[in-house]
C-alpha cells in the first residue's frame, strides 16, 4: 500500500502527447509525471530513473536492480508472453496490461472478414483486377448469408465480447471457450456500451476441454485466446478435423495458437472453405509460404489492433490505475502471471 504522503515517481518510455500526459497529471498532484521516450535504437535501461515507482513500457528486458523502489509496472501491451523472460516476471511486482483496448478494432476487423468471406469479396477483387465480368453469377456470388449461422469464439475475453455483440446485431448464434464456464462475468478494462460484460450472449458456453465440441457445430470459428503454455498448438490437426468442410477460421490471437502446417494442410485439401489470418507463428510471414498462395485465405500483416485512437484509450486505462492504486483499490488487467495473462 503506497504512503498517502508520498511523492510517486512515473516513468513513461513512449512518447504521449501533452493532452494525454496533462490527463495523468491530473489524476493526484502526488504523481510526478516523466516521459523519457525510447527511440530507435535504444534499450529501456537507456532511460531507466532508478527512483522510479511506477513504470509505463513496451520492454521489460531489465535487471531490477536497477529500479530499486520499482512498486508497479503497466505494459503498452495486451499480450504478455514476450516478457516471460525477464527479471519483472519473476518478481512479485504488480504487472499490469493493456487488455480490452483492442477489442473495437480487432472486432471490427473480424466482422469485416466474416462478411468479406459471405459476400465472395475476394472473388470479386480477383475478376476486378482482370477487368472480366463474370459469367457465371450465380455460381461465383451466391452468398453465404450469416444471419442463422453459428460464430463459435475460442476464448471469451475483451475481443471475443465485442466479437459476439456484433455477431448477434447481425442475427448470428453465439457459443463460445472460456477457462472457467461457471463464471460469465468480464472484470477487465472496457469502453462503455462495448463487448457484453455480464457474458449473457453466448447461447453455450463450453470448457476447453470442449473445444472440439464447439469447433464441429460452428460455421465461422474466431480465435481471440492469449499464447500462454496451455494455449500453444491449441488447435492442431485434430481440431482442424473437427470444423465443417464449410467452415472459415479466423485468428487475431497469436499465431503459435493454430498448428500453422496443419491448417495449410486442411486448406490445401478442402478440409474447410477459407481462412482470415492476422497473425502467424513466424512473422513476418515468409514468402514461400503456401498461404500466400491461396484465394480461400485473406492474410493481413498483424494490423487487426491498429487504432488512430490507441495512445488515448491507453492513457485512459492508464489514468484509472493510478487511481486506483493511490486508493489502495484492485488495479485493472492485473496479470496472473500462473495462467499467462
Do not use: C
Amino acid at each position: 500500500m503506497p504512503d498517502k504522503r508520498q511523492t510517486l515517481n512515473v516513468l513513461l518510455t513512449l512518447r504521449f502527447t501533452p493532452a494525454q500526459l496533462d490527463k495523468l497529471r491530473a489524476v493526484s498532484p502526488r504523481l510526478h509525471i516523466q516521459q523519457r521516450t525510447v527511440r530507435q535504437g535504444m534499450k529501456v535501461t537507456d532511460v531507466l530513473d532508478p527512483r522510479v515507482h511506477i513504470l509505463y513500457t513496451v520492454s521489460t528486458a531489465f535487471p531490477l536492480s536497477m529500479t530499486p523502489d520499482l512498486q508497479w509496472v503497466q505494459l503498452h501491451s495486451a499480450g504478455v508472453e514476450h516478457i516471460m523472460d525477464t527479471d519483472l516476471w519473476r518478481s512479485d511486482r504488480p504487472l499490469t496490461s493493456l487488455n480490452g483496448i483492442h477489442a473495437v478494432p480487432i472486432a471490427e476487423y473480424v466482422i469485416a472478414l466474416l462478411l468479406a468471406f459471405a459476400h465472395r469479396v475476394p472473388r470479386m477483387l480477383d475478376y476486378q483486377r482482370r477487368a472480366e465480368w463474370a459469367t457465371e453469377r450465380w455460381a461465383n456470388f451466391v452468398p453465404w448469408e450469416v444471419r442463422g449461422k453459428t460464430l463459435g469464439l475460442v476464448g471469451y475475453g475483451a475481443i471475443g465480447r465485442e466479437v459476439a455483440r456484433l455477431g448477434q446485431a447481425l442475427g448470428m448464434r453465439i457459443v463460445a471457450t472460456k477457462r472457467t464456464a461457471s463464471d460469465p462475468l468480464y472484470t477487465g478494462w472496457q469502453q462503455r456500451g462495448v463487448g457484453d460484460p455480464d457474458g449473457r450472449l453466448p447461447e453455450r458456453f463450453y470448457p476447453p476441454e470442449d473445444l472440439r465440441a464447439l469447433l464441429a457445430e460452428s460455421d465461422y470459428v474466431v480465435v481471440t485466446t492469449p499464447l500462454t503454455p496451455a494455449t500453444e498448438r491449441l488447435i492442431g490437426a485434430a481440431e482442424l478435423a473437427a470444423l465443417k468442410p464449410s467452415a472459415f477460421l479466423v485468428n487475431v490471437g497469436r499465431g503459435a495458437v493454430i498448428d500453422q502446417a496443419a491448417l495449410v494442410a486442411a486448406l490445401q485439401a478442402g478440409r474447410l472453405a477459407g481462412a482470415g489470418l492476422d497473425v502467424f507463428d513466424v512473422e513476418p510471414l515468409p514468402a514461400d509460404s503456401p498461404l500466400w498462395g491461396m484465394d480461400n485465405v485473406i492474410l493481413s500483416p498483424h494490423i487487426s489492433g491498429f487504432t488512430p485512437r490507441y495512445d488515448d484509450w491507453a492513457t485512459d486505462l492508464f489514468a484509472e490505475n493510478l487511481r486506483r492504486f493511490l486508493d489502495d483499490e484492485p488495479l485493472i488487467n492485473l496479470v496472473d502471471r500462473s495462467r499467462g495473462y
